[in-house]
C-alpha cells in the first residue's frame, strides 16, 4: 500500500486540531497578583484559574505562580512569574508584546480613562486611522509591567472601496 507524502515528510497519524491559542505574559517574579489585580481594574478582567509551582516549598516567601489565567473579552491571557531558572521560556518581561483591545467607538476614551486610573501611563492621545490595529480609532496605554495595549473600535466597512 502506497502513502502520501509530502516534500519527504512522513504522513501524519492524524491531522492536529488547535484549540485555542493562549498569549502569555511574564512579569518580574512575585508580580503575579499586582498584574492580575490591574488587569482586572483596569480592564474588567476576570481571573478563572491559577497554578502555583509545585516545587515550591511553603517557607520560601512567596510561592512561584507558573500562571494565572484571565479571561478578558472573550479571550484567554496567562499571567506568569518571570523565574530566574534556565527552563523560563523567556528572560525579559514586557518585550515586544502589544495587545488589541476592541470595543464600541464611543467607549475608548473611558476605556482609556479607567486603564489610567488603575495605574496604566497614556501612551498618547485617541487617534483615527493610520496606526490602529483595527483601522479604526484607538487608544494606546502601557501598563505598570511594560506591556502596550492598543485600546481601538474598528473601522467602518467602505462600501465604495475599488479593488
Excluded at 66 to 78: D, F, P, Q, V, Y
Excluded at 91 to 99: E, I, N, Y
Aim: aromatic residues 4%; proline residues 5%.
Amino acid at each position: 500500500m502506497a502513502t502520501d507524502a509530502t516534500n519527504g515528510a512522513a504522513p501524519a497519524a492524524h491531522p492536529v486540531t488547535f484549540t485555542a491559542l493562549k498569549p502569555q505574559v511574564f512579569v518580574e517574579a512575585s508580580k503575579v497578583n499586582d498584574a492580575v489585580a490591574f488587569y482586572k481594574a483596569a480592564f474588567g478582567a476576570e481571573e478563572v484559574n491559577r497554578v502555583s509551582n509545585p516545587k515550591r516549598k511553603a517557607d520560601q516567601e512567596l510561592p512561584l505562580l507558573l500562571s494565572a489565567e484571565i479571561k478578558l473579552g472573550s479571550s484567554t491571557i496567562l499571567i506568569s512569574d518571570l523565574a530566574d531558572d534556565s527552563t523560563a521560556p523567556v528572560k525579559a518581561s514586557g518585550t515586544g508584546l502589544v495587545f488589541c483591545l476592541e470595543t464600541k467607538e464611543e467607549d475608548i476614551e473611558a476605556a482609556v480613562e479607567k486603564a489610567v486610573k488603575a495605574g496604566a501611563v497614556a501612551e498618547s492621545e485617541v487617534t483615527e486611522g493610520d496606526g490602529a490595529c483595527c483601522g479604526g480609532r484607538v487608544g494606546k496605554v502601557k501598563d505598570p509591567y511594560g506591556i502596550v495595549w492598543l485600546i481601538c473600535a474598528p473601522a467602518k466597512k467602505c462600501a465604495d472601496v475599488e479593488a
